[in-house]
């Protein structure tokens, strides 16, 4: 057995390339396939209990989608020759599917929303003056048919896109784990495991937001959170944690076990330079507790009261959130630390606080989103204040 | 009545939408693009244009004939003049001498390549620095072109 | 599929390289800016077909008097024979403007003890050259392998890149259009060599490039053309009587991380198993 020092490393790798922003990348892509899988368990599925977040997962879907592109731009060396990767897409690289996946995905969910909202888009533009009657006008693209048949024919047309959509959302995601699964260079990297793992840790992301957001909102409008939704959705958080958790161990394992040529540097990486981010942070911290206070959650729903429920709900899905950014750190980042010499690490990564791919602007991108969604309310409301009930949604 | 209208209407942007970005794409894509391969054709001339620095030991000996003879007799006939001075191109181009070429007279340069090192193949002539000087006045040693009291580097055995 | 080779193509180029023997060097950049600015585009039907046309029919595209297809290059090193001087790495930085910090090739030494610990070490890549202090105990053999692009006929590079900007020339040299490398960093990922660097002044993928505008004038590749001890080859595998691909052929020669079955064009003589 050869012995090895691990401090040697190819000259060319002494820094990690791929910064934060490589991390926010598929941390809110992720969120994008969750919040839409949520959605879609209500329109297509008929979780009725999911009513309550059936617009609010379609439209914060839309809202990190609408930003997902700006941590990429942040992060290339030319981002004024990004449309490259529209204009001359290299079908063999799993990076330039991105223009394509991304455009389909947006066009079909911009689509279901238009269609979810056009009954309120038409009552605005009638509603209102100058400007804004414009602007809702066009929106509306000038047919103001709000007639049962018109909107049963909507209705029908949610299911076909919201069906659509689920393959999408899991390519849309299983893209981006793929991205790093079919670099061969890199033994962290390199498993075909690598986009389900993204996958299942995208939909726990996903459903940890929306729980979140629900109950924020709620709070923040003065309104009732409905304990039957929060129960529903912690039901599927739990199960899609428990997915997550054990294919990401199922891989440490196989790694650890095998001792493959990879083992002699990611051993010693996870013993050192990830033991903070990866055993403590995603794995005890970010994926045991968020188990049992879940499995509290499900198993004992007689037992508990609807605050102490949303509470723990809250707390577990906030935990979630730090594990799967933890993922996407420790797969990003840590897939960097080891040179490919696979005999040193490279120098520890540390974001900088300004600058292009710094802390600041990483705060900045994921609290856009948050944003836009406050803007996307107060035009068109999530949630009716008034008994009106919403058009294409009433099954 | 038609209820399916708003429909339509997105069918239609979505067409049009569809058909712009497909004759959009057509003007963007580069003029030699698939010409060979999924690459601009072109870019390998962007490469030959490149200018070239070093000019080879042919190019040194069309002006400088006796150093060119007297290395090509000794040891460091296979050592490149613009290895040990500079590239050709930081001193002339193919019409006329642009600048002076420089002479490293340092015996870091020497040692480069005879610096006794374990990983160097033994067939290769070494030395451990203060061994090989030890017989010479110490004052002399300590220049930095002490290897030129006694070695001509164009034809390197003793002079 | 838009992109294939078409036959117009085909036939374009034989009279293309007809056309550009009598082209001189001196000319030939003119010649190109006229050459490509008289080609017109003409897009046939759906988005399938590109055919050249202009007023010079045939004209040199890109360059004049060299046909990529007529080469296909090879590269042998000898690790038996190099003595870890750093003149190859000195002469790739001058001759190709390698940034500081970064490089193109570069010099790894290896010296591996009875008890079959490793260790290796490239300081500046072998540029200054090596620390004499620096020795182990008992040391039983120790090496130079000199590294660069593998000019890999599958490389992963290639098929990574998501915008065709990295790519692979008809004569077998691996290439980045600097002019749409959108700088991702991608294929620096992919490569499994370190062959690749993002280029901090260029902001674009930047790696060996076989000295391509001296080979493509007949000239050798700078570091091979430093090497003091021949450690170095270059050859064409479509010319006649190549030096290169006949020791290819005929010797026991190895690539690096074969199992990754990038097929290499860059061949080692004398590799030990230690050399990652
Ligand atoms: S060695 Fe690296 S950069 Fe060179 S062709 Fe192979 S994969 Fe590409
Ligand atoms: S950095 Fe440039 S050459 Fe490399 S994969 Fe990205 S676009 Fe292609």
Not at chain 1, 342 to 366: Q, S
Not at chain 2, 27 to 43: C, T, V
Not at chain 3, 235 to 243: C, I, M, N
Request: hydrophobic residues 45%; contains cysteine; neutral net charge.
């Amino acid at each position: 057995m050869l012995q090895e020092s691990l401090n040697f490393v190819f000259p060319n790798d002494f820094h990690i390339m791929w910064s934060l922003m490589i991390v926010i990348y598929p941390y809110v892509t992720g969120i994008v396939a969750g919040a839409f899988i949520v959605s879609s368990l209500y329109h297509v599925f008929g979780r009725d209990e999911l009513k309550p977040v059936g617009r609010l997962s379609m439209v914060a879907s839309l809202a990190f989608l609408l930003i997902a592109t700006t941590p990429l731009l942040l992060h290339l060396g030319h981002p004024e020759r990004a449309l490259n990767i529209v204009i001359t897409p290299h079908f063999t690289s799993a990076m330039a599917a991105f223009g394509m996946i991304y455009t389909c995905y947006l066009t079909l969910l911009t689509l279901e929303i238009w269609l979810v909202y056009r009954k309120d888009i038409i009552m605005v533009a009638a509603r209102s003056r100058g400007i804004k009657r414009v602007i809702f006008s066009v929106l509306s693209l000038g047919v103001y048919d709000i007639s049962e048949e018109s909107l049963r024919i909507d209705h029908r047309a949610i299911i076909v896109l919201a069906s659509l959509g689920i393959p999408a959302a899991c390519i849309l995601h299983g893209y981006v784990g793929f991205m790093f699964g079919s670099v061969k260079a890199n033994a962290w990297w390199s498993t075909p495991l690598m986009p389900i793992i993204f996958l299942f840790s995208a939909v726990t992301s996903g459903i940890a937001m929306i729980i979140i957001l629900y109950q924020s909102l709620m709070r923040l409008s003065g309104q009732k959170i409905i304990g039957e939704c929060v129960q529903s959705l912690s039901r599927w958080l739990w199960l899609f944690t428990i997915m997550t958790v054990t294919l990401e161990m199922l891989e440490i394992i196989s790694l650890a076990y095998k001792k493959g040529e990879e083992w002699l540097v990611i051993g010693p990486l996870l013993g050192t330079k990830l033991a903070f981010p990866f055993i403590a942070v995603q794995v005890v911290f970010g994926s045991l507790i968020p188990i049992v206070l879940l499995a509290i959650v499900v198993l004992m729903k007689p037992f508990l009261t609807n605050p102490l429920r949303n509470t723990i709900a809250f707390v577990a899905s906030l935990i979630l959130l730090i594990q799967v950014f933890a993922m996407r750190w420790n797969v990003v980042i840590g897939g960097q630390i080891f040179s490919k010499s696979m005999r040193g690490f490279r120098d520890p990564y540390v974001p900088e606080l300004f600058g292009r791919e710094g802390a600041l602007a990483a705060i900045a991108i994921f609290i856009t989103p948050f944003v836009l969604l406050a803007i996307f309310n107060k035009f068109l409301p999530m949630y009716e204040t008034s008994d009106e009930p919403s058009g294409g949604e009433s099954a | 009545m038609d209820h399916t209208k708003h429909l339509w209407r997105v069918v239609l942007i979505l067409v049009l939408a569809g058909a712009g970005a497909i004759i959009g794409r057509h003007f963007l894509i580069p003029k030699s693009f698939g010409e060979q391969g999924f690459y601009r054709y072109d870019s390998l001339g962007d490469y030959m244009t490149q200018p070239v620095r070093h000019g080879g030991d042919a190019a040194c000996a069309a002006c400088h004939k006796d150093r060119a003879d007297a290395k090509a007799g000794g040891k460091h006939a296979t050592v490149s003049c613009e290895s040990c001075h500079a590239p050709m191109a930081s001193h002339a181009t193919t019409e006329a001498k642009t600048a002076d070429m420089p002479k490293n007279r340092d015996m870091t340069l020497c040692l480069w390549c005879h610096q006794k090192l374990r990983a160097r193949p033994e067939t290769m002539p070494q030395i451990e620095i203060s061994e090989h000087l030890a017989a010479l006045d110490p004052e002399d040693a300590k220049k930095a072109d002490v290897c030129f009291n006694c070695h001509d580097v164009h034809n390197p055995s003793m002079k | 599929m838009p992109y294939m080779k078409g036959e117009p193509m085909n036939d374009n180029k034989e009279m293309k390289s007809d056309a550009a023997l009598e082209v001189s060097r001196r000319d030939f950049l003119g010649t190109i800016a006229g050459a490509l600015s008289a080609v017109a585009l003409v897009i046939v039907a759906d988005d399938a077909v590109y055919i050249a046309s202009g007023a010079e029919p045939g004209a040199p595209l890109p360059a004049g008097g060299y046909d990529p297809d007529k080469h296909s290059y090879v590269y042998v090193i000898d690790i038996t024979k190099c003595i870890g001087c750093g003149s190859c790495v000195r002469a790739c930085k001058a001759e190709n403007n390698v940034p500081d910090l970064f490089f193109r090739t570069w010099i790894e030494r290896y010296m591996v003890s009875r008890s079959g610990e490793v260790s290796v070490d490239s300081p500046k890549g072998g540029y200054d050259g090596f620390d004499p202090s620096i020795t182990g105990d008992e040391i039983t053999k120790a090496f130079f392998v000199p590294k660069m692009c593998n000019h890999c006929s599958h490389s992963p590079c290639v098929q990574l890149c998501p915008v065709g900007a990295s790519y692979r020339s008809p004569d077998g040299v691996v290439l980045v259009d600097e002019k749409r490398c959108i700088g991702c960093g991608y294929c620096v990922q992919a490569c499994p060599y370190g062959s690749r660097f993002l280029n901090p002044e260029t902001k674009v993928a930047s790696k060996c490039t076989w000295c391509y505008h001296r080979i493509t004038k007949g000239m050798r590749p700078a570091c091979v053309e430093m090497c003091p001890r021949g450690v170095r080859k270059f050859g064409d595998a479509k010319a006649l009587h190549d030096e290169v691909s006949e020791i290819i052929a005929t010797k026991q020669v190895h690539v690096l991380k074969p199992e990754l079955l990038t097929e290499p064009n860059l061949h080692y003589l004398g590799l030990s198993m230690e050399v990652r």
